[in-house]
């Protein structure tokens, strides 16, 4: 008798799984998340409409899972922690998946920066923390001296050769900006406020509205806490708007004589000595209100 052949992509998806080397269907409670995956936030909407996905079509493409070095029969992901997170989400019990053998956090941080990189799912404060790890680990060097030596790089290049052939090295495989743009416009980042990168981490805050939020780092803490709030009901667009706004030269504020003659002209000449003087009364206040709200 002829074996069936598979007619559904889950059978479809099986049987290329059993024919992988080193593929196999393992349990998701026995899979533990990465802590040095780049990606810290996952959409919930994107992972939803996976999970959707998942349901219908099964898991097509295998994460990559590694031996857990401290929990024997648990596995490490290195790649694919959204589609995990998503065959949870989808109900599923096990997941496709390759296991590799070798045991080198170095290269597990840097197929995860990679696996993003190309799905563009880092913000530049992911791929500024991420590149700055691979450099460390590389070089074998500490962050803060990494730092150095790639401002340095950028004033004299051939005083860090060694550096920047690594970075080099790095810009053939993933999507890092040039050094220059990387120097002056990444590595600022990490003295954003802490709360700006807490919030970038969390996926809840975009870049562009995090660079609009750090011109406004001189103000009190209650002060940047309201911008804050304000910037994650907002779009970058309104909320560039409403800092441009805050942060222009104040306008010098119309005496109360000048808005009586604009509003009311000569007619004000006409009025009782009480009106005048509850009209002028009403104007001060509009100004002292215009005034909480002007900058």
Request: a positive charge.
């Amino acid at each position: 008798m002829k074996p069936r052949v598979p007619d559904t992509i889950k059978e479809k998806q099986q049987v290329q799984m059993g024919a992988l080397k080193l593929g196999n269907q393992i349990s998701l409670n026995a899979i533990v998340p990465s802590t040095e995956n780049p990606r810290k936030h996952f959409d919930p909407s994107e992972l939803e409409a996976l999970a959707d996905s998942i349901r219908t079509y099964g898991v097509i493409s295998p994460i990559t899972l590694r031996n857990h070095p401290e929990k024997p029969g648990y596995y490490r992901i290195i790649a694919g922690e959204r589609r995990y997170h998503a065959a949870k989400a989808a109900g599923l019990g096990e997941i496709p998946a390759y296991i590799r053998n070798q045991n080198d956090q170095h290269e597990d941080l840097e197929r995860a920066f990679i696996e993003n990189a190309h799905r563009e799912d880092l913000n530049a404060y992911e791929q500024l923390v991420s590149t700055l790890h691979i450099l460390e680990r590389r070089l074998q060097k500490p962050q803060a001296e990494i730092i150095r030596n790639l401002q340095e790089a950028y004033r004299t290049p051939e005083s860090q050769p060694e550096l920047l052939e690594e970075y080099q090295k790095l810009t053939r495989v993933v999507k890092v900006p040039e050094l220059g743009t990387f120097v002056t416009k990444r590595l600022p980042i990490l003295n954003y406020h802490p709360t700006l990168l807490q919030l970038l981490q969390q996926g809840q805050l975009s870049m562009s509205s995090a660079v609009e939020l750090n011109r406004l780092k001189h103000l009190s803490d209650e002060d940047f806490e309201g911008w804050i709030q304000r910037a994650l009901v907002l779009s970058s667009k309104d909320l560039r708007t409403k800092i441009n706004q805050f942060l222009a030269p104040s306008r010098k504020t119309q005496s109360v004589s000048a808005l009586v003659k604009k509003a009311f002209g000569s007619s004000v000449r006409r009025m009782t000595p009480e009106d005048q003087s509850r009209l002028k009364e009403l104007l001060q206040e509009v100004e002292l209100l215009a005034a909480k709200y002007q900058s």
